[in-house]
């Protein structure tokens, strides 16, 4: 490796191996053997270095050194730290040319690198005789490509992840259809729901290279990858060769993918694309880039090291500790007769360094960069082992996994084959899901009492950390495990859903997950929740948690049994704060001393309404406004719920929380209720300074999530939606073939465009379809709610103003009557014209000021206004605005349009 990749300043790789470096090796003393890049494997392997006759000297290869421990009868099958046998490897770049794996036979060997030296093992080869090609790109010629000996998916140009040629370059291209009827009863799916879709008229085409082009479909918490079967551009559909896990569309009607691997879409700076048939490999240099200069490297290898155990046969690989190594350049493939689809990745993916059967083996002051797949991965019967100080960054799926992805019956039968009580410490992991979006940073399946400490996990598109694997209350395996002091930020960004910083499932008996901070958890659609128990967690102590903006909750249960929320900050919330789905008979969770604070939404949302939970000595405030307990005030909440008897409204006095300093001043009243403090400052990566300091020196792009925003106004012309497409700032149901809800150019109020709502027989329920706004919290002033509406023959249109309590309170509520009158609750109140645009507008006052009724203005057009004032609200206690929703409740094809849906506070 040339020198100024390691001293260079600017590029990452550089930074982080010199920080490692300096704290990787110690001192080596009783050393066995050495390795190193200007060795011979014909030699002793007895000396650091060559002898001045050039007849001795260290080992060329590490496989040669392992071989040379195995042969001499030395290894350490009790692996005392103090008697093992060593292989020192010196600094520079060592080339793998096959997958280095460690048996039982090579247990009890340490392999550090030099005293002060990074050495690189590099599962890539270097592309040279690069040339100026047409236009921006150069090319290099790679024979092993072309004679069909070698085809990679990654490359990287002076240390940086290059991208597959793909279109749209940024962003996605939106699915047209299905290519059957789509049903959302499971029991009806059918394999044709997802082989393929129907795409928008020009997005695919029969690229000459078509098999190797492949499509990228992300659903709700997963990211399906597949190869193309065939296009048909005549009748616009795509089939896959694999499926998807889930329907094409079930998520969302225009679905989300991109295509990548074809030459049509070489066209930015970064991209890259290699000719099977060929084997030329073309790229785009960045801005800087020298292709004559510039180290172009492609991995050869997916699996870089393999601690290959037998468990099932009682065969394991003890004690063998990797000590500041460096593995680089893994590569990943999926084959064409393998599906590509599940939550986490874990289902089809292996990783850069990977075992089974290890026991108390160390990874320690290692790096892992550049993998195709997971970054580690300890799997089948793997107890006992550590991966502490390493740095796992820039992965084509998730950082660290531990145990396995089995359910039920299929548990590990046995201690030989259970995965246990493995450490995750002091790792800075980060910069996943380049490939495979659903990647996790440290993901635990089926595996109980691990322990997972003061990691620094940030930058994946899913969860920061996963632990659990069994759905529901069904038999469960990981239990005990406990996640502490950990910093998880920057997770989701907007890309897939139903996520959080941290996420579990199933029993989590004895599990904590205390003093971690999570920040700044972004979701595409529903979820971007901190803490988020899903599918029966039980068990788990949720304590001393700092959790601040996130999109949907700091604090999220689907479902599960008797957990502990305490002693946490919960902060700043896009939407709800608090949420719990399921109702069961039992107690869900016991949530006591906590501190909520929100700036906009509701404290709680989902549903409350059972009673089972326990809620108490918590402290809640939510700023500029009163905080809302599904609907309720905080009375009604202590008096009709019987929760928080002894908890309080009030400011907690936090030092600096528009700087999210959530430290408490002396005089908060967190105090009085038993609140602990909690110091943040010993939270993510310990020790040396400069390592602790790492993540800060790593260049992250600037991000501003709108959603944390407040929202003071609502407006919706459907202007800039393209015709044919839903509306995108609200959500839809029934909105599939029979019904349809589009935007639509045959008619507008104003503009060119509106909303077209298409009612059908046949839909699931009576006020399908419809659609409605939420991502808003009016709690105060006076507000105005306007629309425009036409109403065509026999249509059935609803309106209603809403508050997100359980049961809900309906405010304004307004509907038209197949005679076409306008109705008020149950008042008439005038006819409304067949055919014709009526502008429609609601006035009232919110929080504090309601007062059971509001003013209406209905106005056809070209004729005069007609003012109601008074109109009572449809529950008397109605006082937010949090939802606003529009419904259908004809049974027969009808039509109504929709047009300049707008809340604002009156002027």
């Given at each position: 490796?040339?020198?100024?990749?390691?001293?260079?300043?600017?590029?990452?790789?550089?930074?982080?191996?010199?920080?490692?470096?300096?704290?990787?090796?110690?001192?080596?003393?009783?050393?066995?053997?050495?390795?190193?890049?200007?060795?011979?494997?014909?030699?002793?392997?007895?000396?650091?270095?060559?002898?001045?006759?050039?007849?001795?000297?260290?080992?060329?290869?590490?496989?040669?050194?392992?071989?040379?421990?195995?042969?001499?009868?030395?290894?350490?099958?009790?692996?005392?730290?103090?008697?093992?046998?060593?292989?020192?490897?010196?600094?520079?770049?060592?080339?793998?040319?096959?997958?280095?794996?460690?048996?039982?036979?090579?247990?009890?060997?340490?392999?550090?690198?030099?005293?002060?030296?990074?050495?690189?093992?590099?599962?890539?080869?270097?592309?040279?005789?690069?040339?100026?090609?047409?236009?921006?790109?150069?090319?290099?010629?790679?024979?092993?490509?072309?004679?069909?000996?070698?085809?990679?998916?990654?490359?990287?140009?002076?240390?940086?992840?290059?991208?597959?040629?793909?279109?749209?370059?940024?962003?996605?291209?939106?699915?047209?259809?299905?290519?059957?009827?789509?049903?959302?009863?499971?029991?009806?799916?059918?394999?044709?729901?997802?082989?393929?879709?129907?795409?928008?008229?020009?997005?695919?085409?029969?690229?000459?290279?078509?098999?190797?082009?492949?499509?990228?479909?992300?659903?709700?918490?997963?990211?399906?990858?597949?190869?193309?079967?065939?296009?048909?551009?005549?009748?616009?559909?795509?089939?896959?060769?694999?499926?998807?896990?889930?329907?094409?569309?079930?998520?969302?009607?225009?679905?989300?993918?991109?295509?990548?691997?074809?030459?049509?879409?070489?066209?930015?700076?970064?991209?890259?694309?290699?000719?099977?048939?060929?084997?030329?490999?073309?790229?785009?240099?960045?801005?800087?880039?020298?292709?004559?200069?510039?180290?172009?490297?492609?991995?050869?290898?997916?699996?870089?090291?393999?601690?290959?155990?037998?468990?099932?046969?009682?065969?394991?690989?003890?004690?063998?500790r990797l000590v500041g190594l460096s593995f680089q350049h893994g590569d990943w493939e999926i084959p064409r007769d393998k599906p590509a689809d599940g939550q986490a990745a874990v289902t089809f993916l292996d990783a850069a360094i990977?075992?089974?059967?290890?026991?108390?083996?160390?990874?320690?002051?290692?790096?892992?960069?550049?993998?195709?797949?997971?970054?580690?991965?300890?799997?089948?019967?793997?107890?006992?082992?550590?991966?502490?100080?390493?740095?796992?960054?820039?992965?084509?799926?998730?950082?660290?996994?531990?145990?396995?992805?089995?359910?039920?019956?299929?548990?590990?039968?046995?201690?030989?084959?259970?995965?246990?009580?493995?450490?995750?410490?002091?790792?800075?992991?980060?910069?996943?899901?380049?490939?495979?979006?659903?990647?996790?940073?440290?993901?635990?399946?089926?595996?109980?009492?691990?322990?997972?400490?003061?990691?620094?996990?940030?930058?994946?598109?899913?969860?920061?950390?996963?632990?659990?694997?069994?759905?529901?209350?069904?038999?469960?395996?990981?239990?005990?495990?406990?996640?502490?002091?950990?910093?998880?930020?920057?997770?989701?960004?907007?890309?897939?859903?139903?996520?959080?910083?941290?996420?579990?499932?199933?029993?989590?008996?004895?599990?904590?997950?205390?003093?971690?901070?999570?920040?700044?958890?972004?979701?595409?659609?529903?979820?971007?929740?901190?803490?988020?128990?899903?599918?029966?967690?039980?068990?788990?102590?949720?304590?001393?948690?700092?959790?601040?903006?996130?999109?949907?909750?700091?604090?999220?249960?689907?479902?599960?049994?008797?957990?502990?929320?305490?002693?946490?900050?919960?902060?700043?919330?896009?939407?709800?704060?608090?949420?719990?789905?399921?109702?069961?008979?039992?107690?869900?969770?016991?949530?006591?001393?906590?501190?909520?604070?929100?700036?906009?939404?509701?404290?709680?949302?989902?549903?409350?309404?059972?009673?089972?939970?326990?809620?108490?000595?918590?402290?809640?405030?939510?700023?500029?406004?009163?905080?809302?307990?599904?609907?309720?005030?905080?009375?009604?909440?202590?008096?009709?719920?019987?929760?928080?008897?002894?908890?309080?409204?009030?400011?907690?006095?936090?030092?600096?929380?528009?700087?999210?300093?959530?430290?408490?001043?002396?005089?908060?009243?967190?105090?009085?209720?038993?609140?602990?403090?909690?110091?943040?400052?010993?939270?993510?990566?310990?020790?040396?300074?400069?390592?602790?300091?790492?993540p800060k020196k790593i260049k992250r792009l600037p991000t501003v999530f709108e959603v944390w925003k407040e929202v003071t106004s609502i407006e919706d012309g459907f202007e800039k939606t393209p015709v044919g497409s839903r509306p995108?700032?609200?959500?839809?149901?029934?909105?599939?073939?029979?019904?349809?809800?589009?935007?639509?150019?045959?008619?507008?109020?104003?503009?060119?465009?509106?909303?077209?709502?298409?009612?059908?027989?046949?839909?699931?329920?009576?006020?399908?379809?419809?659609?409605?706004?939420?991502?808003?919290?009016?709690?105060?002033?006076?507000?105005?709610?306007?629309?425009?509406?036409?109403?065509?023959?026999?249509?059935?249109?609803?309106?209603?103003?809403?508050?997100?309590?359980?049961?809900?309170?309906?405010?304004?509520?307004?509907?038209?009557?197949?005679?076409?009158?306008?109705?008020?609750?149950?008042?008439?109140?005038?006819?409304?014209?067949?055919?014709?645009?009526?502008?429609?507008?609601?006035?009232?006052?919110?929080?504090?000021?309601?007062?059971?009724?509001?003013?209406?203005?209905?106005?056809?057009?070209?004729?005069?206004?007609?003012?109601?004032?008074?109109?009572?609200?449809?529950?008397?206690?109605?006082?937010?605005?949090?939802?606003?929703?529009?419904?259908?409740?004809?049974?027969?094809?009808?039509?109504?349009?929709?047009?300049?849906?707008?809340?604002?506070?009156?002027?």
């Open positions: 490796m040339k020198t100024i990749l390691w001293k260079s300043v600017g590029v990452v790789c550089v930074l982080i191996m010199s920080v490692v470096a300096a704290q990787a090796a110690p001192a080596v003393s009783g050393a066995s053997l050495y390795v190193a890049t200007d060795g011979n494997d014909q030699w002793s392997g007895k000396l650091a270095a060559p002898n001045k006759e050039k007849s001795d000297g260290p080992f060329a290869t590490i496989t040669r050194a392992r071989d040379a421990v195995r042969g001499s009868g030395i290894q350490n099958p009790k692996f005392k730290i103090q008697n093992s046998p060593t292989v020192v490897v010196r600094g520079g770049v060592h080339r793998l040319a096959e997958t280095l794996t460690f048996g039982p036979e090579d247990s009890g060997v340490v392999y550090t690198a030099a005293p002060g030296e990074r050495p690189v093992f590099s599962g890539g080869r270097v592309i040279t005789g690069w040339k100026k090609g047409e236009g921006k790109l150069w090319t290099a010629q790679v024979p092993e490509v072309a004679a069909g000996k070698w085809y990679f998916h990654q490359l990287f140009v002076n240390g940086q992840r290059a991208t597959r040629a793909r279109t749209p370059n940024e962003g996605y291209l939106r699915t047209e259809g299905t290519l059957v009827p789509l049903v959302r009863d499971r029991k009806k799916w059918t394999p044709e729901m997802k082989i393929g879709f129907k795409f928008k008229e020009g997005d695919l085409k029969c690229w000459s290279n078509l098999d190797d082009v492949n499509i990228v479909a992300f659903h709700a918490w997963t990211a399906s990858w597949h190869h193309i079967a065939e296009v048909n551009e005549q009748a616009r559909t795509v089939r896959f060769v694999q499926p998807s896990g889930w329907p094409m569309s079930h998520w969302e009607k225009e679905q989300r993918y991109y295509v990548e691997n074809l030459r049509e879409a070489l066209d930015s700076p970064g991209e890259w694309y290699l000719d099977r048939k060929t084997g030329v490999l073309s790229y785009w240099p960045r801005p800087g880039e020298d292709m004559r200069k510039a180290e172009v490297v492609a991995p050869a290898l997916m699996t870089l090291v393999r601690f290959a155990g037998d468990p099932d046969n009682g065969k394991f690989v003890r004690g063998v990977s075992a089974n059967g290890a026991l108390d083996c160390v990874l320690q002051c290692c790096e892992v960069a550049h993998a195709g797949q997971y970054g580690v991965n300890f799997a089948r019967g793997c107890r006992g082992n550590r991966i502490e100080q390493c740095h796992i960054h820039d992965l084509g799926g998730g950082g660290v996994r531990l145990g396995e992805y089995v359910r039920g019956n299929d548990l590990p039968a046995g201690d030989a084959v259970r995965t246990r009580g493995n450490i995750v410490h002091n790792c800075f992991i980060h910069d996943g899901g380049h490939v495979f979006h659903a990647g996790i940073g440290v993901w635990v399946g089926q595996s109980a009492n691990n322990i997972i400490s003061h990691n620094e996990i940030c930058d994946f598109y899913y969860s920061g950390m996963s632990i659990g694997w069994t759905w529901g209350y069904g038999p469960h395996e990981g239990f005990g495990n406990v996640a502490e002091f950990n910093h998880i930020h920057h997770i989701g960004k907007g890309v897939l859903s139903d996520m959080g910083g941290i996420y579990t499932l199933g029993n989590q008996a004895g599990g904590a997950l205390r003093n971690n901070l999570i920040h700044d958890v972004l979701s595409y659609s529903y979820g971007g929740w901190g803490l988020y128990t899903d599918e029966g967690s039980t068990g788990l102590l949720m304590e001393n948690n700092v959790v601040y903006l996130v999109k949907d909750g700091g604090f999220h249960q689907h479902y599960g049994r008797e957990n502990i929320v305490r002693n946490n900050i919960l902060a700043k919330s896009a939407e709800r704060l608090i949420a719990r789905s399921r109702q069961e008979e039992h107690c869900s969770f016991t949530f006591e001393q906590n501190i909520v604070y929100q700036e906009r939404g509701p404290l709680l949302g989902g549903n409350w309404s059972n009673k089972n939970y326990r809620m108490d000595r918590n402290i809640y405030w939510r700023a500029g406004g009163e905080p809302t307990f599904v609907g309720a005030t905080f009375a009604e909440w202590q008096q009709e719920m019987g929760q928080d008897k002894n908890s309080v409204v009030a400011d907690p006095k936090f030092v600096n929380v528009a700087r999210n300093d959530y430290r408490l001043k002396p005089d908060s009243p967190a105090f009085k209720l038993g609140f602990k403090p909690i110091d943040i400052s010993t939270v993510g990566l310990v020790g040396d300074k400069n390592w602790v300091a790492l995108e700032n609200c959500t839809l149901s029934g909105a599939d073939s029979p019904g349809q809800i589009a935007v639509t150019s045959e008619t507008s109020a104003s503009g060119r465009r509106s909303l077209k709502i298409v009612d059908a027989p046949g839909l699931a329920q009576a006020w399908q379809p419809h659609f409605y706004y939420s991502k808003f919290n009016f709690v105060r002033g006076t507000l105005v709610v306007s629309f425009d509406l036409r109403v065509e023959k026999g249509a059935l249109p609803t309106i209603e103003c809403r508050d997100a309590s359980s049961p809900y309170r309906v405010g304004p509520s307004l509907r038209v009557t197949a005679a076409g009158e306008l109705l008020a609750g149950k008042q008439a109140l005038m006819a409304v014209p067949s055919g014709q645009w009526v502008h429609i507008e609601a006035k009232f006052a919110a929080g504090r000021d309601a007062n059971g009724s509001y003013d209406l203005t209905v106005k056809p057009r070209g004729s005069e206004a007609k003012k109601f004032a008074g109109l009572p609200f449809g529950h008397k206690d109605f006082q937010r605005l949090q939802w606003l929703g529009f419904m259908s409740g004809a049974t027969e094809k009808t039509v109504f349009y929709v047009d300049n849906v707008k809340i604002a506070r009156a002027k």
